[in-house]
């Protein structure tokens, strides 16, 4: 299945290669060798620009710092010559950190919402972290899926940057989530070794001028917004009583939408 885990890559680098880049690939030829009339998304990584000057553009040179980045700069480089040397409706869509509920439990975001649930509910004391300072532009994600939809939709394919434009600490990611809930971060948090990775990413901020002007697209939800959200959603989710700002929030800006089920 796929790897798309940074940290992890550092453990598997060989696997990761293998389906983040080579596995594109396969995809990739399997359309130009059946002839189909096709659009292709590509799924790219701000972690491509790694320690890249910021905000980072489509035009930013890529300094990948990970097997998992690099993995995926040979994908982006494929797509951009499948698209160009066999006139394939290929879109990169480099997407800056895109969090929901839904979100997979080894995400430094949802495992930070989801610790807060359970000590609120008593199955946990601790939540271990590894590096606090690391700085990322985190997004929603439905907002990020429509702009891929977007970018399928004009009439020549091109390459985006998707994000905020904002950057945060995961040390402010943290402070936030548990002043939502009442609770003192300090508390409960320590910093554990085995979850900081041998290279790490310090900043990453999306310059999102082309989108903005190309797509029309906008980021709606602020940071604090997002947070209130994904801690509603873990705290519902083991039928704890919740703040409820995160579903106030959804409703007025994007309908009934059922994203904690």
Not at 109 to 115: W, Y
Not at 137 to 147: I, K, L, M, Q, T
Not at 174 to 194: G, I, M, Q, S
Not at 195 to 209: E, K, M, Q
Request: net charge positive.
């Amino acid at each position: 299945g796929a790897q798309s885990h940074v940290r992890v890559s550092f453990d598997i680098p060989e696997y990761t290669g293998n389906v983040t880049a080579l596995g594109t690939t396969r995809i990739l030829e399997a359309i130009r060798k059946s002839g189909i009339k096709t659009k292709f998304y590509q799924a790219s990584s701000s972690e491509m620009f790694g320690d890249a000057p910021v905000p980072q553009n489509e035009n930013t040179a890529f300094r990948p710092c990970s097997p998992y980045a690099t993995a995926k700069v040979y994908a982006y480089w494929m797509a951009r010559n499948y698209r160009e040397g066999y006139n394939t409706f290929i879109c990169n869509g480099i997407l800056f950190n895109h969090e929901s509920p839904r979100r997979g439990e080894i995400f430094v975001t949802r495992k930070i919402t989801r610790a807060i649930a359970d000590i609120i509910g008593g199955k946990q004391k601790k939540l271990y972290l590894g590096n606090l300072k690391a700085k990322r532009d985190w997004g929603f994600a439905p907002e990020y899926v429509e702009a891929m939809w977007l970018m399928l939709q004009q009439e020549e394919p091109d390459d985006y940057v998707i994000g905020t434009g904002k950057a945060h600490s995961v040390e402010e990611f943290v402070k936030e989530a548990f002043a939502y809930v009442k609770l003192d971060w300090k508390e409960y948090v320590e910093r554990d070794p085995r979850y900081f990775r041998p290279i790490d990413v310090g900043l990453l901020i999306a310059n999102t001028t082309k989108a903005r002007k190309k797509l029309k697209w906008q980021p709606r939800l602020t940071f604090e917004e997002l947070i209130k959200i994904m801690v509603d959603a873990d705290m519902e989710s083991l039928k704890l009583k919740c703040p409820g700002e995160g579903r106030e929030i959804l409703d007025a800006k994007f309908g009934k939408m059922r994203w904690f089920k």
